[in-house]
T-cell receptor, first 118, second 113 residues
Framework: GENVEQHPSTLSVQEGDSAVIKCTYS??????FPWYKQELGKGSQLIID?????GEKKDQRIAVTLNKTAKHFSLHITETQPEDSAVYFC?????????????????FGQGTILTVHP | NAGVTQTPKFRVLKTGQSMTLLCAQD?????MYWYRQDPGMGLRLIHY???????AKGEVPDGYNVSRLKKQNFLLGLESAAPSQTSVYFC????????????FGPGTRLLVL
């Protein structure tokens, strides 16, 4: 089955700096890669996602890059703010277009605790 | 529109006791999922459902049962709780599994003594 590794496990930055979190996946058939943000006491919220037919996607201060050959994808947060502090999870799945019956099952990375210091 | 809600928010059980966690969604989603989250391990899929009346095993199904009698509700049951089931449980729902986007509830923190 799919295996997703996420690094680093903790990341501490100063406000205004950039933060980068990296994930690698094992199943070359995976074609959907979302990133979730989990704030203390809350459920995970999708912040950005990317599909295997795209190499990069950007949404304001957040961007995700995908390298299919190397099977890794990364989350980039620029101009970090204290409210960006949270646990971030990457995930991978095989959609129906991959020919599987994964029913949207996501395999998650271990999570990264991001702390942005004012 | 409440999204995905979970009850209870927190529960303490003694070993061997049973309980049911309730997940409800008001987005008319077909697909629903139960995950558990443990330190350093991310979220792991317990069971999922692709529609009313259907359930399937996920990555870590042992010790849990589920039911989807109504489209909007997905119940997770622990028949005989064990300390290893101490965890935070998250429910999620999805409209189009091929797109992968899942919407998560706020979680249920369970402590088994």
């Amino acid at each position: 089955g799919e295996n997703v590794e996420q690094h680093p496990s903790t990341l501490s930055v100063q406000e205004g700096d950039s933060a980068v979190i990296k994930c690698t996946y094992s199943d070359s058939a995976s074609n959907y890669f979302p990133w979730y943000k989990q704030e203390l006491g809350k459920g995970s919220q999708l912040i950005i996602d990317i599909r295997s037919n795209v190499g990069e996607k950007k949404d304001q201060r957040i961007a995700v890059t995908l390298n299919k050959t190397a099977k890794h994808f990364s989350l980039h947060i620029t101009e970090t703010q204290p409210e960006d502090s949270a646990v971030y999870f990457c995930a991978a799945s095989k959609g129906a277009e991959a020919g599987g019956t994964s029913y949207g099952k996501l395999t998650f990375g271990q999570g990264t605790i991001l702390t942005v210091h004012p | 529109n409440a999204g995905v809600t979970q009850t209870p928010k927190f529960r303490v059980l003694k070993t061997g006791q049973s309980m049911t966690l309730l997940c409800a969604q008001d987005m008319n989603h077909e697909y629903m999922y139960w995950y558990r989250q443990d330190p350093g391990m991310g979220l792991r899929l317990i069971h999922y459902s692709v529609g009313e009346g259907t359930t399937a095993k996920g990555e870590v199904p042992d010790g849990y049962n589920v039911s989807r009698l109504k489209k909007q509700n997905f119940l997770l049951g622990l028949e005989s709780a064990a300390p290893s089931q101490t965890s935070v449980y998250f429910c999620a729902s999805s409209y189009e599994p091929s797109r992968g986007t899942q919407y998560f509830g706020p979680g249920t923190r369970l402590l088994v003594l």
